[in-house]
């Protein structure tokens, strides 16, 4: 399974941003997905999460970006998208998109993924 993650870019505060991810090799809804980001100098983050359909296909999301970020799927493309709103300075960072079939209780974590995309900057400045 290979993940193509795409759409970071340079954006003013407030802005929005969509970044997209590609799958190949697996259909995602057989997977769980989920973005997580990597700040200079800061370990990598969870950011947002949704469960494959035979795990309720919910959505998860890090409190730091609840009401201001959407992911969303599409089956039928073979793609996970993630829309972020109202940007802010400190949403700045590289966003991977990865894809894995470990327990929900898992899906928050980056040992729930088993592959990863390369990434994708996003630049928000002030």
């Known amino acids: 399974v290979q993940l193509q993650a795409s759409g970071g870019g340079l954006v003013q505060a407030g802005g929005s941003l969509r970044l997209s991810c590609a799958v190949s090799?697996?259909?995602?809804?057989?997977?769980?997905m989920g973005w997580f980001r990597q700040a200079p100098g800061k370990e990598r983050e969870f950011v947002a999460a949704i469960a494959r359909s035979g795990n309720g296909g919910r959505s998860y999301y890090a409190d730091s970006v609840k009401g201001r970020f959407t992911i969303s799927r599409d089956n039928a493309k073979n793609a996970v998208y993630l829309q972020m709103s109202s940007l802010k300075p400190e949403d700045t960072a590289v966003y991977y998109c990865a894809a894995g079939q470990a327990a929900l209780g898992f899906i928050r974590t980056e040992p729930g993924y088993k592959y990863w995309g390369q990434g994708t900057l996003v630049t928000v400045s002030s």
């Open positions: 090799g697996g259909a995602i809804s057989a997977y769980g």
